[in-house]
């Protein structure tokens, strides 16, 4: 079985975050492992309180998976402070594992900062180089770009200027676009688009991470990257049609609906 990790944050009501990526990874058929970077109290209306985990810690996390286990792919989600950044930079400098997916989690759907607005500069200068993919929502590639981007054309222009900054391979998702949930990937040779229609549900808690270890899982189970793309835009979108409502606000997407159906559970 192909071994997977998250660097992210825990979601403690389990939309997003360390618990959207195993519950992915798990759905894919990888063994997840998790490198927690910060804990929030969170639920489906809000972040209420975050405690980062300190650089030391995380580095003491990292140490004991990569001096014992081999690791196929690592995603990275919620990184918060810039010495949490820092210390994860040089841990995967030193262990170079084979794919690296990166998240740049800024805000939350709910509009809190996730990472420190002056943390910004070392997440471009330290993850970016080291990113197989980089998948910025429109917000985050506005932040990385300093452009404003609302249609395809301009994703691609954010997608040609982020690959210049040292990642492999761009994916500015289309998530927060106006009409279609069109997704745009530049690998610095050609442009792919996935295609999404726009699903009327407000419950997309935790999309970006889910689409992100969906991506991570594919890579590690060896598919070209495009192909890993691809699959993934499959598995979110069926994600979001069958997600639903917990709590009072925006709700989970549903990671298990075709194991569900092919084991003929009823599912929610
Ligand atoms: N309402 C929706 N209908 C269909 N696809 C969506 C919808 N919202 C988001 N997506 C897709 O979910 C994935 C995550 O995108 P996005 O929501 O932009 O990320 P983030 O969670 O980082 O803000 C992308 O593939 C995007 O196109
Ligand atoms: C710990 C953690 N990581 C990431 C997100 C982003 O998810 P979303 O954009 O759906 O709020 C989150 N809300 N919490």
């Known amino acids: 079985m192909k071994k997977v990790l998250t660097i992210a944050g825990s979601d403690s009501s389990g939309g997003a975050g360390i618990q959207a990526d195993l519950k992915t990874f798990s ?31 995380i580095a003491s996390q990292l140490d004991a998976i990569f001096t014992d286990i081999e690791v196929d792919a690592v995603k990275i989600g919620m990184v918060s402070q810039i010495d949490t950044i820092k210390v994860i930079a040089e ?18 759907k709910s509009g809190y900062d996730l990472l420190s607005p002056d943390a910004k500069e070392a997440l471009i200068q330290e993850l970016i ?11 985050e590639a506005e932040v990385i ?14 997608a040609i200027l982020i690959h210049s900054l040292g990642a492999k391979a761009v ?14 990937s530049y690998d610095g ?3 792919t688009y996935y295609k999404g229609t726009r699903i009327a549900t407000n419950n997309t808690h935790g999309t970006g ?12 189970n060896e ?46």
């Open 27 to 57: 759905a894919h058929g990888v063994f997840g492992m998790s490198v927690i970077t910060a804990v929030t109290a969170q639920n489906t209306q809000g972040v209420f309180a975050v405690q980062d985990i300190t650089p030391e810690m």
């Open 91 to 108: 841990k995967l400098r030193q262990y170079k594992p084979k794919h690296i997916v990166v998240d740049p989690v800024m805000v939350s």
């Open 129 to 139: 180089p080291l990113a197989t993919v980089i998948t910025p929502n429109l917000p």
């Open 145 to 158: 770009t300093g452009r404003n981007i609302s249609t395809l054309k301009e994703m691609e222009e954010a």
């Open 171 to 184: 994916l500015v998702k289309g998530g927060h676009l106006e009409d279609d949930a069109t997704d745009v």
């Open 189 to 191: 040779y050609e442009f």
């Open 209 to 220: 991470c889910t689409l992100s270890s969906s991506i991570t899982s594919n890579l590690a």
């Open 223 to 268: 598919c070209p990257l495009n192909e890993a793309i691809s699959k993934a835009k499959e598995y979110i979108t069926l994600a979001i049609q069958h997600s639903f409502s917990i709590g009072k606000g925006v709700g989970p997407v549903h990671h298990f609906y075709s194991m569900y159906q092919k084991a003929g559970i009823q599912h929610v």
